[in-house]
């Protein structure tokens, strides 16, 4: 507590509510990058679960960059993988579609009041 | 372009496909970070321009680290400040609004297909 403009003390934040802005901004920091955008974008538009060469060739970054990009997608629970003989296909998961959504949906608010 | 699975061959990323996703990923590195969630729900909770004060008495975060994140959330429009006497008061732009509540809104998705 210390000093404030009108002497009111304020409480600390409560465990609860830091354990939730914990995981909000673990979700954030999984879509924090432009490159592993692409990759859920390119996953969320496809139908069917899309194989990792599609990725590797439409992105301008080498195969283990892809992969590293996929297993944080993958962790935070935006994408789900299969294996299928040589090839990994990924799907995008409801939250992964949903994350992309909203995200795609802020930029059409205006950064004003 | 490379050896796919089914020898169709992927276009690359248009570059206003790029810009888009760097200013999405932006964004979301803005909201990466649990003590700049937790100011900024702090700010958006209040109907009043909220003080600084108030912020630095509920987080265990020093005042110059309080100001550091400020300036990330003011820099990405997530909020707006003005200066009254000795104390610069804080809101939250409509876009900072609408980012707290997609990525709460976020939580309640399940992560499976």
Known sequence: MSRSCCGIEDAPLAP????????????????????RL????????NREPLCVCHLTDRLPVSQPTVSHHLRILREAGLVVTERRGTWAYYEATELGRAALHAL???MLEPATR
């Open 16 to 35: 609860g509510d830091v354990a939730r802005l914990e995981r909000l901004a673990e979700l954030a920091r999984a879509l924090c990058d432009p490159t």
């Open 104 to 106: 795609s949906h802020l």
């Open 38 to 45: 692409a990759i859920l974008q390119m996953i969320a538009a």
